[in-house]
Each structure stands twice: as C-alpha cells, then as structure tokens.
Nanobody
Framework: QAQLVESGGGSVQAGGSLRLSCVASGLTFSLYNMAWFRQAPGREREFVAV???????DYVDYVLGRFTISRDDAKNSVFLQMNGLKPEDTAVYYC?????????????????WGQGTQVTVSS
C-alpha cells in the first residue's frame, strides 16, 4: 500500500521561509510525477507545483519565483522550498503522486495523497 507522508509545515511571519518534505513508500517513486497542492479553509484544493519523473516542472503563476519544487529519487522524496511567504499562502499543503507521462494540474488525476501539513503565515 502506497503511503505519502509530509512534514515541515509550521507558522511563520510574512516574508519567511519553510521547506516542506514528502517521503513516499510502497510505490516505484522514480516513475511518478510528484506534485504539491494546497487547500485553504472554505476553498477547493488547488495545484501549486509538479515535477515530472521524466523532465519538466510546472508552477501555478502566483508562486513563481517564490516556491521551488525538487525531488530526490534515491530518498523517495519530494520537496517544496517556499520563500517570501504571504498570508494568502496559508493552507494545508498536500503532496500527491501520479503515475503518468504527462504533468497534470488536476486533483482527480493523482493516485496517492499524503495527509497534509499545515502552513500558517501571519502578517
């Protein structure tokens, strides 16, 4: 049974940084596109970034230049470095895995999800 476990969330002031980590088990990690999504209270889960197992990275426009997604296949891990955090970045952040050759921004395309980690940014 595949499992994704996130860590690294917390509370920071605006302008601060956090580094989220997600460790996968029970799947062939190197064959999966890995993504980060987030969900704020009262809002739908939304795409943040994806890194392909082949090549290519996508970011939603409002995190460009602030967030960086990376992966370490040897450690079955994906990361999200978040700099210049804003109060509107406050949400639960989820990592997700998609067994596909194409990068997707859609929640429904992902096969496995973590339990989420809370990020709170105060002004």
């Amino acid at each position: 049974q595949a499992q994704l476990v996130e860590s690294g969330g917390g509370s920071v002031q605006a302008g601060g940084s956090l580094r989220l980590s997600c460790v996968a088990s029970g799947l062939t990690f190197s064959l999966y596109n890995m993504a980060w999504f987030r969900q704020a209270p009262g809002r739908e889960r939304e795409f943040v970034a994806v890194i392909s197992w082949i090549d290519g990275i996508d970011y939603v426009d409002y995190v460009l230049g602030r967030f960086t997604i990376s992966r370490d296949d040897a450690k079955n891990s994906v990361f999200l470095q978040m700099n210049g955090l804003k109060p509107e970045d406050t949400a639960v952040y989820y990592c997700a895995a998609d067994l596909s050759s194409q990068r997707s921004w859609e929640v429904g395309d992902y096969d496995y999800w973590g339990q989420g980690t809370q990020v709170t940014v105060s002004s």
